[in-house]
């Protein structure tokens, strides 16, 4: 059986080799990488949802040079903990917002190497994404859906984690267990200050705030810092991941591009809430 359920009747899928199926004969073929595509044509919003190849092969890049990989250790070591003091005994856990799949798979590994069994699944609009994600790892479920409107049933899952994805409260409270638990995790204040530095005339710090979870308690703040040196050849990786992509002035892009390489603290904050 599927952690995952049919997007069209909501009743519980089953994966085989090539498709998974419902009871009323829904059927939605599994891509060759394994990942399956549940998103409804109303959330689609665009024609091609959610990062590029190109965005995509840039973050995979960066993270697969382990830079983040304080962040990596810090939350798939919470996410050990946390599962063990869900008060339902439920090892069911979701990434939104999965991406390529480098913190999935880091929880995934985490929870076995601590004696878990746990069913896992991500979920991103990017079908380029989930196939880097699914290639990482047959045993974790990939689909293509909103975070939304997750393709789960209600209360089936014990944690569940976003990792830099806009939170959806309502949803994510429909899906988690009582007690279960949501990570958010979020740029901390100081997070690529460095970079910042060289981009910005005036480089402004991030709000450390916890994002509003209307139905959940905030049970813990945890702060993950470190500092980071890229090398020439990583830097636009970095900076096609970040927001300043977007919004930076062709001068400071300039300069930045111009580097050898860039020395930059790196922070972030783990919010930890519970399902009330």
């Known amino acids: 059986m599927s952690l995952l359920c049919c997007p069209v009747c909501s009743g519980p899928l089953i994966r085989e080799e090539k498709v998974y199926r419902c009871a009323r004969g829904h059927s939605f073929d599994r891509a060759a990488k394994g990942y399956v595509n549940l998103l409804a044509d109303s959330g689609r919003g665009?024609?091609?949802?959610?990062?590029?190849?190109?965005?995509?092969?840039?973050?995979?890049?960066?993270?697969d040079g382990g830079y983040y990989g304080c962040l990596r250790q810090a939350l798939a070591g919470l996410c050990a903990d946390l599962l063990g003091n869900n008060g339902q005994n439920l090892h069911s856990v979701i990434d939104t917002g999965c991406g390529e799949g480098y913190y999935t798979l880091g929880i995934y590994q985490r929870l076995c190497q601590s004696g878990f069994?746990?069913?896992?699944?991500?979920?991103?609009?990017?079908?380029?994404?989930?196939?880097?994600?699914?290639?990482?790892?047959?045993?974790?479920?990939?689909?293509?859906?909103?975070?939304?409107?997750?393709?789960?049933?209600?209360?089936?899952?014990?944690?569940?984690?976003?990792?830099?994805?806009?939170?959806?409260?309502?949803?994510?409270?429909?899906?988690?267990?009582?007690?279960?638990?949501?990570?958010?995790?979020?740029?901390?204040?100081?997070?690529?200050?460095?970079?910042?530095?060289?981009?910005?005339?005036?480089?402004?710090?991030?709000?450390?705030?916890?994002?509003?979870?209307?139905?959940?308690?905030?049970?813990?703040?945890?702060?993950?810092?470190?500092?980071?040196?890229?090398?020439?050849?990583?830097?636009?990786?970095?900076?096609?991941?970040?927001p300043y992509f977007w919004k930076s002035p062709r001068e400071g892009t300039a300069r930045l591009m111009a580097l050898r390489e860039l020395e930059t603290p790196i922070s972030f904050s783990l919010f930890v809430f519970r399902r009330s």
């Open 46 to 63: 665009s024609k091609v949802p959610g990062d590029s190849p190109e965005m995509v092969r840039a973050r995979t890049a960066f993270l």
């Open 117 to 242: 069994v746990p069913q896992m699944a991500g979920f991103d609009l990017s079908r380029a994404a989930l196939r880097h994600a699914a290639g990482r790892c047959r045993e974790i479920e990939y689909a293509v859906a909103s975070l939304f409107r997750l393709p789960l049933a209600p209360q089936s899952i014990g944690l569940l984690t976003d990792v830099f994805a806009p939170v959806a409260p309502e949803e994510f409270r429909r899906v988690l267990a009582p007690g279960g638990f949501a990570v958010v995790a979020a740029p901390g204040a100081d997070h690529l200050w460095g970079m910042k530095k060289v981009v910005y005339d005036q480089p402004y710090r991030n709000d450390d705030l916890p994002p509003e979870m209307p139905g959940f308690v905030l049970a813990d703040k945890l702060s993950v810092a470190d500092s980071i040196t890229v090398p020439a050849p990583r830097i636009p990786d970095l900076f096609a991941m970040t």
